[in-house]
């Protein structure tokens, strides 16, 4: 195992990191520590694990493990990503601090930018939405090149209740794929979809039953191999086509900050009302009510020659020696109620 590829690997707290070598597909699961949003901490290690992710494959070093998908999901029952951080956002606007906020959202669309243009790599981006998948979290969703939806889940914008919009790429992203006006439907209205609702009107690619979210990730990809050389070429003629500019993303969510900082204070108590909705049942600080996180799909084979015990692996556990009996790859499914 090349130094690179275990760089993919750092120790991460807000998200959980796993390689399926049947698939060469590297998965990473959201796993926020309070309510479930795009806290700054997530934004770093997001953005840390593309740039891990650009230098394995750029570097002159052999690829030993290829990666030829990289899938976005969650371990959070029931949700996706909730979005912004709304607590941040209260706090940044009351202060107006233009700069912070600019920040921030500059963060989301470097993460949202490379994601969808496949971090210019010859791979590509699935998002597997199984639960709620609201404003910024529609937005991470929508970047990958494809969105595979269970029929249960929810999407939406809903930013306008609060007087604001959604600035780090829903227009751009939904406008391409569902034309302009419908883009401007969905933002407008604020309305809470059902998956079954964004694959009518083509946000959504893939719809499946409820819990068949793996399965249907594991057909893509065994579909999409069969012709990857073609499948890329028409990922990569898309962007050519129609391409999505870190420039008009970045000049939109210039357009969020200037709107979020005229926000009265009866739009922030909306905002608080919704915070304090969304941490209901996801409070996690005490262990006593700590939702337990759904069990990510993983790989744990150790079969690498140069590998040396005792080792950690990616949740921080010590590992002394190789505890599998064979290479068979056994990957379990465990749904959790929240």
Request: hydrophobic share 40%; charged share 25%.
């Amino acid at each position: 195992m090349s130094d690179e590829f275990r760089k993919i690997f750092n120790d991460y707290s807000e998200i959980s990191v796993r390689y399926d070598i049947e698939q060469e597909a590297l998965w990473c699961y959201f796993r926020p520590q309070s309510r479930p949003c795009f806290s700054p901490l997530l934004l770093q290690e997001s953005k840390k694990l593309q740039q891990s992710i650009v230098r394995y494959l750029t570097s002159n070093t052999p690829v030993k493990h290829p990666i030829r998908y990289f899938i976005l999901a969650s371990q959070i029952p029931g949700v996706f990503n909730f979005g912004g951080d709304l607590n941040l956002f209260i706090k940044l606007i009351q202060a107006q601090d233009r700069e912070q906020l600019l920040e921030y959202a500059k963060n989301c669309i470097d993460i949202c930018y490379m994601n969808a243009v496949a971090m210019n790599l010859p791979i590509t981006t699935i998002s597997l939405v199984q639960g709620s998948a609201l404003g910024g979290g529609f937005e991470s969703a929508l970047s990958s090149n494809v969105l595979i939806a269970e029929e249960h889940a929810e999407m939406g914008v809903p930013e306008i209740r609060f007087n604001l919009f959604p600035g780090m790429g829903a227009y751009s992203f939904l406008a391409r794929k569902c034309g302009t006006y419908t883009a401007e439907k969905v933002l407008r209205t604020g309305k809470i979809y059902l998956a079954r609702e964004m694959h009518e009107i083509n946000a959504v690619d893939i719809l499946v039953e409820s819990g068949e979210g793996y399965a249907a990730v594991d057909r893509f990809i065994r579909s999409h191999r069969r012709a990857q050389n073609g499948m890329q070429a028409i990922q990569s003629v898309k962007q050519f086509y129609e391409p999505i500019s870190y420039e008009e993303l970045i000049g939109i969510s210039s357009i969020w900050v200037d709107a979020a900082l005229r926000l009265t204070q009866t739009d922030i108590r909306v905002m608080q009302r919704i915070i304090t909705a969304q941490n209901r049942g996801f409070l996690r600080s005490d262990p006593a009510i700590r939702t337990p996180l759904v069990r990510t799909r993983q790989d744990r084979r150790i079969n690498y020659q140069n590998v040396i015990f005792p080792l950690f692996d990616h949740a921080g556990e010590k590992i002394q020696f190789d505890r599998r009996r064979s290479d068979r790859r056994e990957a379990s499914y465990m749904q959790m109620s929240s």
